[in-house]
Each structure stands twice: as C-alpha cells, then as structure tokens.
C-alpha cells in the first residue's frame, strides 16, 4: 500500500499509529513496507544511509528486501523521523562493555540513546505482548529484581515495568534494588497467603544468580505453582559470562523451578519478545526477526530459507515508528521450528554487553 502524498506528515503518522495499534498478523507485511517507505523519507539519517547503499524504496517489496539500520548508528546520531515534539523520555544503555582494553585505558564508553515521544503507544504495545504471552497484568504480582536497571533513571526496562507493576494493581508489586530479603519475605508471604494471582519475578541475570548461589532455602518456591521466573540483561560486566543454558540450569537447581522464562528486548527497541524456557523466543505482534549472513550483511533471509542456519539478528520493531524500525542489531541467532520464533545464541566479538538476555556461545 503506498503512503498518499497529498496528506500532511501528521496525519500520515496518526494513519500509521491506528494501524499499530489494530495490527492483525495478516498485515504485517503491508504495514511494516508502509512504514519503511515513511521512514525512508522522514528519517534524516536511514534516508541518507539508503542513498549511500543505492537503495530504490519504490522498488522494495518484501521484508528481506528492507535495508537494515545498524545499531551502532543509535550510539552516534538522533535516530528521528519527522517533526517530532520534546521528547517524553530519553532511554539510554548501560554500556557495560566486555573489551578490557577500554576498561584499562579509561576510555569514555559510548552508549545509544533512543528517544521516546510517543509513551502511550509505547505501553499500549508492551502491554498488549505481555498480555497476549502471559494473560492480563491485573492478575499478577510483579517482583522485579533490577538493580543495574535501577541505578539508572533511563531504562527502558525500568519504564516498562513501571507501568506495569501499576497495572498489576498489586500493592505486593514493586522494584527491588539489593533489598533480597525484603522480596523474598513478600514471596514467602504470597506462598503463605495464595489470592489465586500469578507471581511474576523478573531479574537481571547477575542478580538471579547471585540471589540463587546465596545460603537462603529456597524450598518454599516449589510449592508457588503459579509461579514465573524470567530474566532478562546478562551479566552487566558483573560476572562471568556463561551460556544460557548454564545460567537457566543453575537457577532451576538451586530456585527449585521447572523452567526460566526470558525476556528479548534493548534500548534500541520498543517491541519485545518472551520465551517460557528453553531459550526459544516469540516475538511481540509488532516484531518480526530475519536473519542475515554473518559474513554478508546485506544477504537476508526469512525463517522460510534458513530453519537452522546461524546468523545476525535483525529486528523490525514496528512500535519504532518515531526512530527506526529496521535494526540490524549485533546479536547472533537461529529461527526455531515454530513459525516465528528464534533463539538467540550470542554475540559478535566485541558487542557491548548490554540491554537484552544474551550469553557467549
């Protein structure tokens, strides 16, 4: 469908916004080349970046056909499409990195930045893939073990799950920095006191596995049915990497859990993805993942083509209508078999350790 040129910026933004917000599987397609066409004129930096690449826009006709945005750009540039209002929030990365020589040199670490105008949308579209993975927030306590996240005040997880927790309208939900005994008293408390709400505690992956290593008895969890626990962000730089299959194992053995659920999700992205274990993703109904070849970046493939072949993530995030919604992001990854999903099996060498559940290979 081509973008009717006769309409103003606005009100071909609203048009694109409905659309976002009404989204059916079966436009996908339509809509996200809508939004690349949009993009392709609005955004300073992807309209200079396709020029560069020789990119015919009206030529374009399929999702593998899309030029990818590199990541890093978000580190360098304003990622911005349109005339676009103050923004509500600036979200940034924590930065942490895993080259020793910027940690020796004391080098300054550059971290993206990816602006927010539209939180609305934002939590509109957050909300709805939660809900459509885990059924609805007012039937959860939420328990989010993020101290990383926490020290700083421009997470994007941290919004997230702010809004969350409020829709939960829960008073047992909360953030919790290092305060462990207080989360896990208010846990013995909801095995003691079931109110037939499911248990959500979501950490950052260093703090799970501190929690779980500790002297703590954790016998009273297995008895909390309803009971999920997901981790999202990595080690941070705070411990040693280890394969996520290691890191789940560990926290099962020691919590006394079945699974452990993980989020997929970075500052450069406003959509989302869950997995309920075994490390295979669902992408929100605003995401899709295509691969590309890890020595060709522009050599794309969609899960039709490459079942079980390795390669470099890219993100379309249509809930990115403000910045990009094409990411050619710096993580490597598989498609499963279910129509869709994928598993995240790493990074390139010398990626920022940060913003989404990744481990090493």
Avoid: W
């Amino acid at each position: 469908m081509k973008l009717p040129s006769n309409k103003s910026f606005s009100e071909i933004r609203n048009t694109l916004r409905q659309q976002i917000i009404d989204l059916k599987p079966a436009g996908f397609l339509d809509l996200a080349l809508q939004i690349f066409r949009y993009q392709a004129s609005h955004n300073p930096v992807y309209n200079q970046y396709l020029s560069n690449l020789k990119i015919d826009v009206t030529q374009v006709k399929q999702l593998t056909e899309i030029p990818f945005l590199p990541i890093q750009f978000f580190k360098h540039h304003l990622i911005g499409t349109g005339q676009l209002p103050t923004p509500v929030v600036t979200f940034e990365s924590s930065g942490t990195t895993q080259t020793n020589d910027i940690r020796s040199t004391g080098a300054a670490i550059v971290t993206s930045r990816h602006a927010l105008y539209d939180d609305a949308l934002y939590t509109s579209v957050s909300t709805r893939i939660f809900e459509q993975h885990y059924g609805p927030l007012g039937n959860y306590h939420i328990l989010a073990l993020l101290p990383s996240y926490l020290e700083r005040n421009n997470s994007s997880l941290v919004y997230m799950l702010d809004h969350f927790i409020k829709q939960t309208g829960s008073e047992y939900s909360g953030f919790y920095l290092h305060n462990t005994v207080a989360m896990l008293d208010r846990l013995r408390y909801l095995s003691e006191h079931p109110d037939g709400k499911n248990i959500l505690l979501m950490g950052v992956t260093f703090a799970l596995l501190d929690l779980a290593e500790s002297d703590t008895d954790f016998s009273f969890l297995s008895t909390m049915k309803n009971l999920t626990v997901m981790d999202t962000g990595g080690m941070k730089g705070r411990r040693q990497e280890l394969l996520r299959e290691e890191v789940h194992d560990i926290l099962k053995s020691r919590l006394g859990v079945a699974s452990i659920h993980s989020e997929y999700g970075m500052t450069e992205l406003l959509s989302q993805g869950y997995s309920n274990g075994e490390g295979i993703f669902n992408p929100g109904y605003t995401m899709r993942v295509l691969l590309r070849d890890v020595n060709d970046p522009f050599s794309i493939y969609d899960h039709n083509l490459a079942a079980s072949k390795t390669g470099g993530i890219n993100a379309i995030d249509l809930a990115n209508i403000d910045s990009c919604s094409f990411i050619e992001t710096q993580d490597l990854g598989r498609f499963g078999t279910d129509p869709g999903s994928f598993y995240v099996m790493g990074r390139f060498d010398n990626s920022d350790i940060r913003g989404c559940n990744l481990m090493v290979l």
